[in-house]
């Protein structure tokens, strides 16, 4: 009986004792590199991770298991704000380059070592031509800015997001004026007007030209000739102008005149009016357009949209925005060319629907209770359907109308 007791309380007192965890003290990275040696000789490069650097792994990867891929502790975005806590105010900016937006880091970030400056993938003048492929049509003009020529793109924009349009370092023209002082030459050259609060890119391109000063090609007249007068009524150093926008640019442009007559012509009457949307002096494109019609519009339009993904908001290849929506103003609240959609599409697809599904006069869209016309089986913007069909032509399509 005693010995029954005594193996009793051995068992009872060591089920009651607190179990103590052991602290494993393990060779990191030396344990690491035992499978992933192949990373190892990534420490001689030039630009290392300062975790990596330091034989941390554990500061990034769970040695055990995961949720994310490489054993991540959370995805890429989520861990290097961990420690670059900076970059947690990209999202509140109104400029952000779109990878940073995304937390998509290991784009432009290699995340053990490189040998390029903040461990780059590639090097700068590389890495940004591999997602805008103007750079290589910008090195081939006759004037190239010398940060565009040096490969140099942050001297001025902000890589990860800024204050300011298209994420730019500063706000122009103090951008400029880091590298181009205000001096006797710069001011003569500029007939002596004050561009304190001036925009350099309504007269210059800041990437590159083929005109002497990095004018941009197409050239308004007056500023072509230098009858600044023409637009201006300050005089001297001001650039008043001697009325509204409007006023002034419909002068000459009478032929304009017409669209303040429309129901809609917000674009017209703005605060900025005509200069919304063109250059008052000069621009690469057409027109005197700001920029190209996609890149123009879409600043205004599909801004929740990302940057990436607006291409497929742009609709019917090779035509401009301008082919279905009247810019300056309609009668209708689209800026359609013609407030009769089926007219308006049928002015390129002919033929289209004539002898199939019904459409237009009495056919009526259930769904609305209009008039069943293109748009209510295509989409205009958006759609990731073959013909800019808006559901999947499969089955859902029809049953938006025909329910079993």
Not at 207 to 220: D, E, I, K, V
Request: some cysteine.
């Amino acid at each position: 009986m005693k010995t029954h007791l005594a193996i009793l309380m051995i068992v009872v007192s060591t089920a009651a004792a607190p179990l103590i965890a052991q602290v494993v003290k393990v060779d990191e990275p030396g344990v690491c590199f035992t499978c992933h040696d192949d990373i190892q000789g990534e420490l001689k490069k030039k630009s290392p991770h300062t975790a990596f650097a330091k034989g941390k792994c554990s500061d990034c990867h769970n040695p055990h298991a995961s949720r994310h891929a490489a054993l991540l502790k959370e995805n890429p975005g989520e861990l290097c704000q961990s420690c670059h806590e900076d970059l947690k105010q990209v999202a509140t900016l109104p400029s952000k380059h779109q990878p940073a937006a995304n937390g998509e880091c290991l784009s432009c970030h290699d995340p053990h070592a490189s040998d390029f400056r903040n461990q780059l993938v590639q090097s700068q003048g590389e890495l940004c031509q591999s997602c805008h492929p103007a750079v290589a049509d910008w090195l081939k003009q006759a004037q190239v800015h010398s940060p565009v020529a040096n490969r140099n793109c942050s001297q001025c924009h902000a890589p990860h997001g800024s204050e300011h349009q298209g994420i730019l370092a500063k706000a122009v023209p103090q951008l400029c004026f880091d590298c181009h002082p205000q001096n006797q030459q710069f001011m003569t050259v500029h007939k002596g007007y004050d561009l304190t609060d001036a925009d350099c890119s309504t007269c210059h391109d800041p990437h590159a030209s083929s005109h002497r000063g990095l004018l941009m090609a197409n050239q308004h007249a007056p500023f072509e000739s230098g009858e600044c007068s023409e637009c201006h009524a300050g005089g001297g150093k001001s650039f008043a102008i001697g009325g509204s926008v409007a006023d002034i640019c419909l002068k000459c442009h009478e032929d304009q005149a017409g669209a303040r007559k429309a129901e809609f012509h917000a674009h017209i009457d703005g605060d900025r009016s005509c200069t919304n949307c063109h250059n008052p002096h000069a621009s690469n494109v057409g027109a005197l357009m700001a920029s190209s019609q996609q890149t123009l519009c879409t600043r205004c339009h599909f801004t929740d949209v990302p940057a990436k993904d607006k291409p497929n908001y742009m609709t019917h290849p090779g035509q401009e925005c301008s082919s279905c929506h009247a810019p300056h103003g309609a009668d209708n609240a689209r800026y359609l060319v013609n407030s009769d959609v089926m007219t308006m599409c049928r002015t390129c697809h002919a033929d289209v629907h004539r002898n199939s599904h019904p459409m237009g006069g009495e056919v009526i869209d259930k769904r609305t209770g209009g008039v069943l016309d293109c748009l209510s089986c295509h989409k205009l913007h958006g759609s990731t359907q073959q013909f800019y069909l808006a559901f999947n032509p499969d089955m859902d399509l029809c049953i938006q109308c025909h329910k079993r």
